[in-house]
C-alpha cells in the first residue's frame, strides 16, 4: 500500500501560478506510474498529468505548456507546477498512485482560481 497526502492549493488569481505537492509513503520508483487527477464542482474526475516510473510523462491537451508534473525521488515527493491559472483550473486537485492492479488516492486539495 501507499499513503498520499496533498499539499500547496489555495485562491489564486487568473494568470497565477501554484506549485502542488503529494508527499508518498513510500519510495515512488517502486510505483508504476503517479497522476494528477482533478475534480470540478458537478464534473467527473479527469486526468491531468502523468509521470511513469520511468519517467516518462503524459498530460491532458487542456494543460500542455502550462502545467508541469515533476518529481523528487529522495524525498517520494510528486509535484504539479500549474501555470497561467484560469477559471476552469478550478477544482479539487488529487494525486494518485498506480501500483501494478492497485489505485491508492489522496484527499485532495482545492484550487481556486478566481479574481
Known amino acids: 500500500q501507499v499513503q498520499l497526502v496533498e499539499s500547496g492549493g489555495g485562491l489564486v488569481q487568473p494568470g497565477g501560478s501554484l506549485r502542488l505537492s503529494c508527499a508518498a509513503s513510500?519510495?515512488?520508483?517502486?510505483?508504476?506510474?503517479m497522476a494528477w487527477y482533478r475534480q470540478a464542482s458537478e464534473k467527473e474526475r479527469e486526468l491531468v498529468a502523468l509521470?511513469?516510473?520511468?519517467?516518462?510523462?503524459g498530460y491532458a491537451d487542456s494543460v500542455k505548456g502550462r502545467f508541469t508534473i515533476s518529481r523528487d525521488i529522495a524525498k517520494n515527493m510528486l509535484f504539479l507546477q500549474m501555470n497561467n491559472l484560469n477559471a476552469d483550473d478550478t477544482a479539487m486537485y488529487y494525486c494518485?498512485?498506480?501500483?501494478?492492479?492497485?489505485?491508492?488516492w489522496g484527499q485532495g486539495t482545492q484550487v481556486i482560481v478566481s479574481s
Open positions: 509521470m511513469h516510473n520511468s519517467g516518462a510523462t
Open positions: 513510500r519510495s515512488i520508483l517502486r510505483i508504476n506510474a
Open positions: 494518485q498512485a498506480r501500483d501494478f492492479d492497485s489505485l491508492y
